[in-house]
């Protein structure tokens, strides 16, 4: 019988029974178990997981585990600098692109309206979250701990926050997205590109008090929304100002 020691660091604590928060546990380990194997049976998803140490030595997720290992597992930093140390991935994705499961339309909105091209429609099932993050290299997005423990899933987000604003900053602030988000570029309805229009061409759809007060407008060729700098525009402004973005 095989049976390694564990200890999970930071908010990985939180996808674990009480008893085994923040101190070292020693558990049994199924036949020829990899790391990833375990961490998972242990109830932490592996995409919520940046790097793991056994022994003391960096190791991937294919590490097959020993009788006697110490297995310390952490989270993405964010005060340690690890680049020294190798990380469980190769390399991060280079565009950010994601896929939201049917609970996170709020969140989706947000992340298109500063540029991030998301899929989300209310009827998207776990396997097609899953396909989509596999077969486009798009980061799933979930409350869901199951989903992203689905094979194919490399890159994946728990979100924590309830509210999609705090979702919003929570997932800004952990994949650092302030310095390649694009405002105002998508449609938060389609995920399709905006483009400006001149006024002329979409007046007629025009509120009149929206006509005589505004001079710039953009149009969605999907949906043929027109958009303005209204007061809606203000506060989405606002929660990107918050997240370090200059949103124009
Ligand atoms: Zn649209």
Excluded at 49 to 72: H, K, P, Q, T, Y
Excluded at 224 to 230: E, N, S
Aim: aromatic share 8%; net charge positive.
């Amino acid at each position: 019988m095989v049976s390694a020691t564990f200890r999970f660091y930071e908010e990985l604590n939180d996808f674990l029974p009480r008893a085994r928060r923040k101190v070292e546990f020693t558990v049994p380990c199924a036949r020829a178990a990899t790391t990833k194997h375990m961490i998972e049976a242990l109830g932490v998803p592996h995409t919520e997981v940046e790097l793991i140490l056994v022994n003391g030595e960096s190791c991937g997720f294919e590490r097959m585990l020993c009788d006697g290992d110490r297995v310390a597992v952490y989270p993405k930093f964010e005060a340690f600098d690890v680049r020294p140390l190798l990380r469980v991935r190769a390399e991060p994705l280079r565009v950010m692109r994601f896929v939201a499961d049917a609970h996170l339309g709020g969140l989706a909105r947000l992340l298109r309206m500063a540029g991030f091209d998301t899929l989300y429609d209310n009827r998207i099932d776990d396997p097609t979250v899953a396909a989509l993050s596999e077969d486009e290299g798009r980061v799933a997005l979930t409350r869901d701990r199951d989903l992203l423990k689905r094979r194919g899933i490399t890159h994946g987000c728990y979100i924590r926050a309830l509210k999609p604003a705090a979702q919003f900053a929570e997932i800004f602030q952990r994949l650092d997205l302030a310095a390649s988000a694009r405002p105002f570029t998508l449609c938060l309805a389609c995920n399709a590109p905006l483009r400006t229009v001149a006024k002329a061409e979409v007046a007629p759809q025009l509120p009149p008090a929206v006509r005589a007060s505004h001079e710039e407008f953009l149009t969605c060729d999907v949906c043929q929304g027109v958009f303005w700098r209204g007061s809606h525009w203000r506060r989405m402004k606002a929660l990107l100002e918050s997240q370090g973005v200059a949103a124009g």
